[in-house]
């Protein structure tokens, strides 16, 4: 049967079921790749190439691997904002923008683009998907609590084609989400296990 579904639904903050084995190296030189600048040294001072920031590493345990990434936001008109990021790339978006996402969808769009990389890459590589949609869903809080999005689902409907390659990624679609819950989806993980956010005037 080509429909993978049931148990590949990533309910952030609990494991994924039927996931055994471990991804190759390749998924993670693909994330060293996608945040450039960055080394890994197995102990000692660890440093990024640019010099710009640093960590120290426990004597055999693997470097944490530290790039700074940035983003700007300028303002438009009233409800009307232009995110750039340093390669000039940009999104036009608000709530006076006609069929823009909002920033609240932008972040589960982030969420479920960052795990969908991943499940892309391990997968596509053995054969191409003849269906691939993901669904992200969220209870978004509000009132007189402060705000906050909750109980954030992400589930990946995808199929491949019959015959051994589309085994193949079959095969891999478990490891590949169970990889970026865990380990290489930053946003996801970000949302999980908390990031101090400061929000300061220049």
Do not use: W
């Amino acid at each position: 049967m080509d429909l993978v579904r049931g148990g590949l639904a990533i309910a952030l903050g609990r494991r994924i079921f039927g996931a055994e084995r471990a991804l190759p190296t390749l998924l993670d030189r693909h994330h060293a790749a996608r945040d450039f600048g960055i080394t890994r040294r197995p102990a000692g001072l660890c440093k990024a190439r640019d010099g710009a920031s640093e960590t120290r590493c426990e004597d055999g345990a693997m470097a944490e691997e530290v790039t700074k990434k940035q983003v700007t936001l300028t303002r438009e008109a009233e409800g009307v904002y232009v995110a750039r990021n340093p390669a000039g790339a940009e999104y036009r978006f608000g709530y006076n923008v006609d069929g823009a996402l909002s920033a609240v969808e932008l972040l589960m769009v982030a969420i479920a683009g960052c795990s969908a990389t991943d499940l892309d890459m391990m997968t596509s590589r053995r054969a191409e998907p003849t269906r691939f949609d993901v669904t992200a869903t969220a209870d978004k809080v509000g009132g007189s609590t402060p705000a906050i999005l909750r109980d954030i689902d992400v589930a990946f409907d995808v199929a491949f084609p019959e015959g051994p390659d589309g085994d193949k990624a079959r095969a891999r679609v478990a490891a590949a989400l169970k990889s970026a819950e865990e380990r290489t989806c930053t946003v996801s993980r970000t949302v999980v296990h908390g990031a101090d956010v400061t929000l300061r005037e220049v």
